[in-house]
């Protein structure tokens, strides 16, 4: 709150100077539309090149990269804009700068008009294409990754892209129908995502393992329709963006060049935000993404209906959506917002996901899944504790408690209201561990996999339950005033052996936390060779806050931005490289490219003076090396791990693939090597897990049995 009063204290009086010499300031009925958006754009560069973290004015060089990233905003996987196209517009790539700083946005205007120009061309190349057909014989590929290759020279090698890529389309719905209605294929339940529409009611038929019926429509609907059902809908869905909506893409643009947090969201996008992210989150219980022109899962809400179902996985892709007793509608191309209206809905109701499993491969076939719709229990989104028994060399037996912390949530409105009785994932975790110390729990684990974060005060005074007092995290600002966040209280809740567990998703605050507890040498940590690397504090930024000083009140939106960074009391930043774990453990998403390394125009990594802190085992290295070996002698016995060893060696070598052959029958010849390897890998290991009983979550699992060691080791005289 405070840094927002800095904000506007900062440049106000540039804007109501500028404003006021304009005519704008004064009268709330005097503006027209292209006013509202010229005030909107002139406060949104004026906030970012003053407040974002970089201190970057807006200047030719913000200006270029602007000119570039627009381009990407609007056709990111390169299927509309030609080199020849953007070399029309080079005229502006030096001058963005002086015209979003008069409020003038008519470069961004053109340039859309052009795409909805290339889009309408597509869609009549489309119809012309489909007619008359493709020869499926022929010995071509099609790259599947456009958005990190060179954009087309000009029209014709664009066309011969399209061309490409409806024959890609096509042969991927004739192989899907083909291998949907083969009953050995039909009988294989799975999980999904990639392209094009159908949807099959699976429910209870799938968790059985009964063959699912194919909805009418696959059987029905030839590719050709399809395809142009598909192309008709997002053409017509962008011809329907106002300039608004238009700027929206634009100024995010802007945002993105000065970091990859950063954004504009329009009045209408932060009331999709506020409104239908929430109650898509609230009907199946799922954060979704666009990439590539997919929409992707990117987890699921702990306790939702999709979680319960168990059939959805992260990095699933949705090809499409329909509703109880109506047939599907594509989204593959469709913008994230209609997405989300598509899957949200009343209590009660049932929503079919058409989608591409994430670990089946390129070639995977679509899987239906049935949702029932339901509000997420939030309950069940708090921190979960169970604990396990576990023999000891001698005999005896060791109680570990396990805490699953899927977020760092807080309910500020009752904190703030002084509510004794507010949400906090903290206090609750308070609560666990004084159940861990009545019941004589000997050891604790945290599990911070894929904990995107959230509140920074409740990860301080996470770690204030495992340390007696002293600093957190420290936190540095554009201008190098750095604060030191404290735990302010000299109590331990918990003062046995902890292990936290993390992997590439684990983000921001989970990353302070984690780092806290590798500094003060209180804990080890388990998991993939580093965490997410999101080290930036982010501020949101609502416009309408300097419109009231000019007598100003009209829907602007609001701009989040990265204001400030973390650095851990060592003194390391934990953006880009994250936090390093003491014991590295094998899993897909060290595989996955995921952590603000990949983010384009990312901060950098960087490092400060630390802190002083306390250490509170000093010879954890040696116990960490010890834990490591045998760790390391039991797992090259486990053949649980070398069925993950062979899907992490599939996963790598189908990520790697840079195109697919547009040949039917050696396309064909792919997805059934492909199945067969993921075939065997799922009959091995259902057949090791039934054998050994395990939950099948080989990470938690070995990290029980390390922590068994570390409480035998801790003991006295060992």
């Given at each position: 709150?405070?840094?927002?009063?800095?904000?506007?204290?900062?440049?106000?009086?540039?804007?109501?100077?500028?404003?006021?010499?304009?005519?704008?300031?004064?009268?709330?009925?005097?503006?027209?539309?292209?006013?509202?958006?010229?005030?909107?754009?002139?406060?949104?560069?004026?906030?970012?090149?003053?407040?974002?973290?970089?201190?970057?004015?807006?200047?030719?060089?913000?200006?270029?990269?602007?000119?570039?990233?627009?381009?990407?905003?609007?056709?990111?996987?390169?299927?509309?804009?030609?080199?020849?196209?953007?070399?029309?517009?080079?005229?502006?790539?030096?001058?963005?700068?002086?015209?979003?700083?008069?409020?003038?946005?008519?470069?961004?205007?053109?340039?859309?008009?052009?795409?909805?120009?290339?889009?309408?061309?597509?869609?009549?190349?489309?119809?012309?294409?489909?007619?008359?057909?493709?020869?499926?014989?022929?010995?071509?590929?099609?790259?599947?990754?456009?958005?990190?290759?060179?954009?087309?020279?000009?029209?014709?090698?664009?066309?011969?892209?399209?061309?490409?890529?409806?024959?890609?389309?096509?042969?991927?719905?004739?192989?899907?129908?083909?291998?949907?209605?083969?009953?050995?294929?039909?009988?294989?339940?799975?999980?999904?995502?990639?392209?094009?529409?159908?949807?099959?009611?699976?429910?209870?038929?799938?968790?059985?393992?009964?063959?699912?019926?194919?909805?009418?429509?696959?059987?029905?609907?030839?590719?050709?329709?399809?395809?142009?059902?598909?192309?008709?809908?997002?053409?017509?869905?962008?011809?329907?963006?106002?300039?608004?909506?238009?700027?929206?893409?634009?100024?995010?643009?802007?945002?993105?060049?000065?970091?990859?947090?950063?954004?504009?969201?329009?009045?209408?996008?932060?009331?999709?935000?506020?409104?239908?992210?929430?109650?898509?989150?609230?009907?199946?219980?799922?954060?979704?993404?666009?990439?590539?022109?997919?929409?992707?899962?990117?987890?699921?809400?702990?306790?939702?209906?999709?979680?319960?179902?168990?059939?959805?996985?992260?990095?699933?892709?949705?090809?499409?959506?329909?509703?109880?007793?109506?047939?599907?509608?594509?989204?593959?191309?469709?913008?994230?917002?209609?997405?989300?209206?598509?899957?949200?809905?009343?209590?009660?109701?049932?929503?079919?996901?058409?989608?591409?499993?994430?670990?089946?491969?390129?070639?995977?076939?679509?899987?239906?899944?049935?949702?029932?719709?339901?509000?997420?229990?939030?309950?069940?989104?708090?921190?979960?504790?169970?604990?396990?028994?576990?023999?000891?060399?001698?005999?005896?037996?060791?109680?570990?408690?396990?805490?699953?912390?899927?977020?760092?949530?807080?309910?500020?409105?009752?904190?703030?209201?002084?509510?004794?009785?507010?949400?906090?994932?903290?206090?609750?975790?308070?609560?666990?561990?004084?159940?861990?110390?009545?019941?004589?729990?000997?050891?604790?684990?945290?599990?911070?996999?894929?904990?995107?974060?959230?509140?920074?005060?409740?990860?301080?005074?996470?770690?204030?339950?495992?340390?007696?007092?002293?600093?957190?995290?420290?936190?540095?600002?554009?201008?190098?005033?750095?604060?030191?966040?404290?735990?302010?209280?000299?109590?331990?809740?918990?003062?046995?052996?902890?292990?936290?567990?993390?992997?590439?998703?684990?983000?921001?605050?989970?990353?302070?936390?984690?780092?806290?507890?590798?500094?003060?040498?209180?804990?080890?940590?388990?998991?993939?060779?580093?965490?997410?690397?999101?080290?930036?504090?982010?501020?949101?930024?609502?416009?309408?806050?300097?419109?009231?000083?000019?007598?100003?009140?009209?829907?602007?939106?609001?701009?989040?931005?990265?204001?400030?960074?973390?650095?851990?009391?060592?003194?390391?930043?934990?953006?880009?490289?994250?936090?390093?774990?003491?014991?590295?453990?094998?899993?897909?998403?060290?595989?996955?490219?995921?952590?603000?390394?990949?983010?384009?125009?990312?901060?950098?990594?960087?490092?400060?003076?630390?802190?002083?802190?306390?250490?509170?085992?000093?010879?954890?290295?040696?116990?960490?090396?010890?834990?490591?070996?045998?760790?390391?002698?039991?797992?090259?016995?486990?053949?649980?791990?070398?069925?993950?060893?062979?899907?992490?060696?599939?996963y790598r070598k189908y990520r790697q693939r840079k195109t697919v052959s547009l040949n039917e029958k050696d396309r064909l010849s792919e997805y059934l090597k492909e199945k067969k390897i993921y075939d065997e890998q799922?009959?091995?290991?259902?057949?090791?897990?039934?054998?050994?009983?395990?939950?099948?979550?080989?990470?938690?699992?070995?990290?029980?049995?390390?922590?068994?060691?570390?409480?035998?080791?801790?003991?006295?005289?060992?």
């Open positions: 709150m405070s840094l927002l009063r800095n904000s506007i204290s900062s440049f106000l009086i540039l804007y109501v100077a500028i404003l006021t010499t304009t005519g704008i300031a004064g009268d709330k009925s005097a503006l027209t539309k292209k006013q509202r958006l010229a005030v909107i754009t002139r406060c949104t560069t004026a906030i970012l090149s003053k407040n974002h973290y970089r201190q970057q004015k807006l200047d030719n060089n913000i200006s270029s990269k602007l000119f570039e990233q627009y381009f990407k905003v609007l056709d990111p996987v390169k299927i509309y804009f030609t080199q020849q196209d953007v070399m029309e517009f080079e005229q502006y790539r030096y001058y963005l700068d002086d015209m979003a700083q008069i409020g003038n946005s008519d470069f961004a205007l053109k340039v859309y008009n052009l795409l909805m120009k290339r889009m309408e061309m597509y869609e009549n190349f489309s119809k012309e294409q489909l007619k008359k057909g493709f020869d499926f014989t022929r010995k071509e590929s099609f790259a599947i990754k456009r958005n990190k290759m060179p954009r087309a020279a000009n029209m014709d090698e664009m066309k011969e892209v399209w061309r490409k890529k409806l024959k890609n389309d096509v042969l991927y719905l004739r192989l899907m129908a083909k291998n949907i209605n083969d009953k050995k294929t039909a009988k294989q339940p799975t999980t999904a995502t990639n392209t094009v529409s159908t949807a099959s009611k699976v429910d209870t038929a799938q968790q059985t393992g009964k063959t699912a019926k194919v909805h009418v429509s696959w059987k029905h609907k030839t590719p050709k329709e399809k395809i142009m059902t598909r192309l008709h809908d997002n053409l017509n869905s962008m011809k329907q963006k106002d300039d608004i909506d238009i700027l929206g893409f634009y100024l995010t643009a802007l945002a993105l060049v000065y970091g990859p947090h950063s954004s504009y969201m329009p009045p209408k996008s932060e009331e999709d935000f506020n409104i239908d992210m929430k109650l898509s989150l609230v009907g199946i219980g799922a954060v979704l993404t666009t990439d590539a022109g997919y929409t992707k899962i990117v987890k699921l809400i702990p306790g939702g209906p999709a979680e319960k179902a168990g059939q959805l996985k992260a990095n699933d892709r949705i090809i499409a959506v329909a509703q109880e007793n109506e047939q599907p509608v594509d989204v593959v191309d469709m913008s994230i917002s209609r997405v989300v209206k598509q899957i949200r809905g009343e209590k009660g109701t049932k929503v079919t996901l058409t989608i591409l499993p994430a670990a089946k491969g390129v070639n995977a076939i679509p899987v239906n899944i049935t949702i029932t719709r339901d509000k997420v229990v939030l309950k069940e989104s708090e921190a979960q504790s169970k604990i396990k028994t576990m023999p000891m060399p001698d005999g005896s037996k060791a109680k570990i408690g396990i805490i699953n912390l899927s977020k760092f949530y807080i309910d500020f409105e009752a904190y703030y209201k002084g509510d004794p009785n507010y949400m906090s994932a903290s206090r609750d975790i308070r609560k666990i561990l004084e159940k861990f110390n009545s019941e004589g729990v000997d050891g604790a684990i945290i599990d911070l996999r894929n904990n995107g974060g959230g509140s920074l005060m409740e990860a301080i005074n996470l770690t204030g339950l495992f340390i007696k007092d002293g600093p957190v995290v420290q936190v540095r600002r554009s201008n190098g005033n750095i604060s030191i966040k404290e735990d302010p209280d000299a109590e331990i809740v918990f003062s046995k052996p902890l292990i936290v567990l993390t992997n590439k998703l684990t983000s921001s605050a989970s990353e302070i936390f984690a780092g806290a507890i590798k500094d003060y040498q209180r804990g080890i940590l388990i998991g993939d060779s580093r965490t997410y690397g999101k080290g930036t504090v982010l501020d949101v930024f609502p416009i309408k806050r300097l419109l009231e000083y000019i007598n100003q009140d009209f829907p602007a939106g609001v701009i989040k931005y990265e204001s400030a960074m973390f650095y851990r009391i060592n003194g390391d930043s934990t953006q880009q490289r994250g936090v390093k774990p003491d014991i590295v453990f094998p899993s897909i998403t060290e595989e996955m490219e995921f952590g603000e390394q990949y983010n384009t125009n990312s901060l950098p990594w960087g490092k400060i003076a630390a802190d002083k802190h306390d250490i509170y085992e000093k010879d954890i290295a040696k116990m960490i090396k010890k834990l490591d070996l045998i760790h390391k002698k039991r797992l090259e016995k486990s053949a649980r791990l070398k069925i993950l060893d062979e899907t992490i060696k599939n799922e009959k091995m290991l259902r057949q090791s897990e039934n054998a050994d009983k395990k939950s099948g979550d080989l990470c938690l699992d070995e990290s029980t049995k390390i922590m068994r060691d570390y409480i035998w080791f801790s003991g006295p005289g060992r």
